[in-house]
């Protein structure tokens, strides 16, 4: 090369030593940085990834008694005094029923191709079962339409916890094997009513944050209906009957449907990355996993879980077996956290590490910073269950987000922890883990279940008094991420 440095090799060298480059013309600094963004080109994410938000029905809508909605056990469980922080309810929420257009141009301009929601039940069958309410069904459409008039693909969950209170009041909710049946017939109905509008479907979103805490032996969400051992089995049971009778009425009625679900999937990771440690994380994901996912991708309850269950094992029969793990054409996972373990000589081939009190969190009390999560769950989903078609269908947190006087929000800590989080879901990329898209949670600040209106985990915030929504910080590095499909 001689003596004289090209201009492009200095400019290469002073940027790598953030040394600020000599003036130059504009035009020729910005070439040299996009040779410099091109040696980076390994944290893309594949062609197609499909990137996009998450919401949910009950927690966006509002307009809980407008156009026929029926009641939902949330609707009610809001209402008692004292079982969601300062008694907020979903009774307004985000208005998104009535915002959605906006919500949209919003969702457009962050250049997502991909929209999470849930329809709600009682919209479209207000009792549960039987009489249909058109304009709920209305709703969908509209909404459906617009996405689709913004290039964005709708990605729609049948159940996202709002279960209608007619089902509740008939048969005790999911206790009772007729709403697995009744959540089989309204699946298969708005498959059939939205199949030229909506290709993804997923059955049934979170069965243990449902089952488990709302039905589970000391509940905490609704219904809050407190179940012995051998009464939750079952109920979990039901739930994933309820999924596997949808799966299969979704194919009935709509042609073209691709059919997953959006599970919160416990996941186990290995702290110290070799091969003893990683058998042992693919151990503990089984066994963490025993009530739902596991009937679900291998058509069996383990025998382990039944024994530990004995005389409490749920009833079943080997043509439900059949009908729970109907197959999938993707799984989807909601990812926050992951459980740590390592190997040990003990019965069950690991332990369980208890994360000390200064692990990291924000301010969600269960939300441990764990960005390998991102990895290691789709990572042990292909090797332990050969999945071979992911989405993670959530993935987010709640901080402390604060407006400034000029009306900005600054979310810095939540751009750090999503930042981190996608650099590891695109470690699992690069190495041919079949993930397929992302749906940050949320797109809006939300009714956050039992927390109310306390924690948000939009990227855009809302003023519940106004509506108004201003976006966050952490959209514009969304939007960024998006624009180049990887990380700067
Ligand atoms: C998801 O649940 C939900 O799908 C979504 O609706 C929700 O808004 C979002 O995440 C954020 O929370 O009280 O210690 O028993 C997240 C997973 C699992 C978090 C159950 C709360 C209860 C913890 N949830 N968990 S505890």
Same mark, same amino acid.
Not at 110 to 121: K, Q, Y
Not at 140 to 154: N, S, V
Not at 369 to 386: A, F, G, H, K, T
């Given at each position: 090369?001689?003596?004289?440095?090209?201009?492009?090799?200095? $400019?290469?060298?002073?940027?790598?030593?953030?040394?600020?480059?000599?003036?130059?013309?504009?035009?020729?600094?910005?070439?040299?940085?996009?040779?410099?963004?091109?040696?980076?080109?390994?944290?893309?994410?594949?062609?197609?990834?499909?990137?996009?938000?998450?919401?949910?029905?009950?927690?966006?809508? &509002?307009?809980?008694?407008?156009?026929?909605?029926?009641?939902?056990?949330?609707?009610?469980?809001?209402?008692?005094?004292?079982?969601?922080?300062? %008694?907020?309810? &979903?009774?307004?929420?985000?208005?998104?029923?009535?915002?959605?257009?906006?919500?949209?141009? $919003?969702?457009?301009?962050?250049?997502?191709?991909?929209?999470?929601?849930?329809?709600?039940?009682?919209?479209?069958?207000?009792?549960?079962? &039987?009489?249909?309410?058109?304009?709920?069904?209305?709703? #969908?459409?509209?909404?459906?339409?617009?996405?689709?008039?913004?290039?964005?693909?709708?990605?729609?969950? $049948?159940?996202?916890?709002?279960?209608?209170?007619?089902?509740?009041?008939?048969?005790? &909710?999911?206790?009772?094997?007729?709403?697995? /049946?009744?959540?089989?017939?309204?699946? !298969?109905?708005?498959?059939?009513?939205?199949?030229?509008?909506?290709?993804?479907?997923?059955?049934? %979103?979170?069965?243990?944050?449902?089952? %488990?805490? !709302? #039905?589970?032996?000391?509940?905490?969400?609704?219904?809050?209906?407190? +179940?012995?051992?051998?009464?939750?089995?079952?109920?979990?049971?039901?739930?994933?009957?309820?999924?596997?009778?949808?799966?299969?009425?979704?194919?009935?009625?709509? /042609?073209?449907?691709?059919?997953?679900?959006?599970?919160?999937? *416990?996941?186990?990771?290995?702290?110290?990355?070799?091969?003893?440690?990683?058998?042992?994380?693919? /151990?503990?994901?089984?066994?963490?996993?025993?009530? @739902?996912?596991?009937?679900?991708?291998?058509? /069996?309850?383990?025998?382990?879980?039944?024994?530990?269950?004995? !005389?409490?094992?749920?009833?079943?029969?080997?043509?439900?077996?059949?009908?729970? +793990?109907?197959?999938?054409?993707? @799984?989807?996972?909601?990812?926050?956290?992951?459980?740590?373990?390592?190997?040990?000589?003990?019965?069950?081939? @690991?332990?369980?590490?208890?994360?000390?009190? +200064? #692990?990291?969190?924000?301010?969600?009390?269960?939300?441990?910073?764990?960005?390998?999560? $991102?990895?290691?769950?789709?990572?042990?989903?292909?090797? =332990?269950?050969?999945?071979?078609?992911?989405?993670?269908?959530?993935?987010?947190?709640?901080?402390?987000?604060?407006?400034?006087?000029? !009306?900005?929000?600054?979310?810095?800590?939540?751009?750090?922890?999503?930042? *981190?989080?996608?650099?590891?879901?695109?470690?699992?990329?690069?190495?041919?883990?079949?993930?397929?898209? #992302?749906?940050?949670?949320?797109?809006?600040?939300?009714?956050?279940?039992?927390?109310?209106?306390?924690?948000?985990?939009?990227?855009? @915030?809302?003023?519940?008094?106004?509506?108004?929504?201003?976006?966050?910080?952490?959209?514009?590095?969304?939007?960024? =991420?998006?624009?180049?499909?990887?990380?700067?």
């Amino acid at each position: 090369m001689g003596t004289k440095m090209r201009r492009r090799d200095f $400019l290469k060298s002073a940027s790598t030593l953030a040394v600020a480059p000599l003036a130059l013309p504009v035009s020729e600094a910005l070439a040299a940085q996009s040779t410099a963004a091109l040696q980076h080109a390994a944290l893309t994410f594949p062609k197609g990834f499909v990137w996009g938000t998450a919401t949910a029905s009950y927690q966006v809508e &509002g307009a809980v008694k407008e156009d026929g909605r029926g009641p939902s056990i949330w609707d009610t469980f809001s209402h008692i005094p004292g079982s969601v922080d300062r %008694n907020d309810t &979903g009774d307004i929420a985000d208005d998104f029923y009535h915002r959605y257009k906006e919500d949209i141009q $919003l969702m457009q301009r962050l250049g997502v191709t991909g929209f999470r929601f849930s329809i709600a039940w009682s919209r479209i069958f207000p009792d549960g079962t &039987g009489r249909v309410n058109q304009k709920g069904l209305d709703f #969908y459409k509209r909404l459906t339409d617009e996405l689709r008039a913004h290039d964005i693909e709708p990605f729609c969950t $049948l159940f996202h916890w709002d279960l209608p209170q007619a089902l509740q009041d008939k048969y005790e &909710g999911w206790r009772g094997r007729e709403t697995a /049946k009744a959540f089989a017939e309204y699946a !298969g109905f708005v498959a059939g009513q939205l199949h030229d509008r909506i290709h993804n479907w997923m059955t049934i %979103n979170e069965f243990p944050s449902y089952i %488990n805490s !709302g #039905y589970g032996e000391k509940p905490h969400n609704a219904p809050k209906m407190q +179940s012995t051992r051998k009464q939750l089995a079952q109920t979990s049971h039901n739930a994933i009957l309820a999924h596997g009778l949808a799966v299969q009425a979704i194919r009935a009625n709509a /042609k073209n449907a691709r059919v997953g679900i959006a599970q919160n999937t *416990n996941g186990a990771m290995p702290v110290v990355e070799t091969p003893e440690h990683i058998a042992a994380a693919k /151990k503990a994901i089984r066994h963490f996993n025993e009530p @739902y996912d596991v009937p679900i991708l291998e058509g /069996k309850y383990s025998d382990r879980y039944l024994k530990q269950l004995g !005389g409490d094992a749920p009833q079943f029969t080997a043509e439900e077996m059949k009908i729970i +793990s109907s197959p999938l054409d993707f @799984y989807g996972v909601n990812i926050y956290s992951t459980i740590e373990v390592v190997a040990a000589d003990n019965e069950d081939g @690991y332990l369980v590490l208890q994360h000390p009190k +200064s #692990y990291p969190k924000l301010v969600a009390d269960w939300l441990y910073y764990n960005p390998q999560s $991102l990895y290691w769950i789709p990572r042990l989903m292909q090797e =332990v269950w050969n999945v071979k078609e992911m989405y993670v269908t959530e993935n987010g947190c709640a901080a402390e987000d604060h407006m400034t006087e000029d !009306g900005h929000v600054y979310d810095t800590d939540r751009v750090n922890l999503l930042r *981190n989080y996608f650099t590891q879901m695109q470690r699992a990329t690069a190495e041919g883990i079949p993930v397929r898209g #992302y749906f940050l949670w949320s797109l809006l600040d939300n009714f956050e279940w039992t927390r109310g209106y306390t924690q948000r985990f939009g990227i855009i @915030y809302v003023d519940y008094a106004s509506q108004k929504r201003t976006p966050k910080l952490s959209y514009d590095f969304y939007q960024a =991420v998006i624009a180049r499909n990887g990380l700067a």
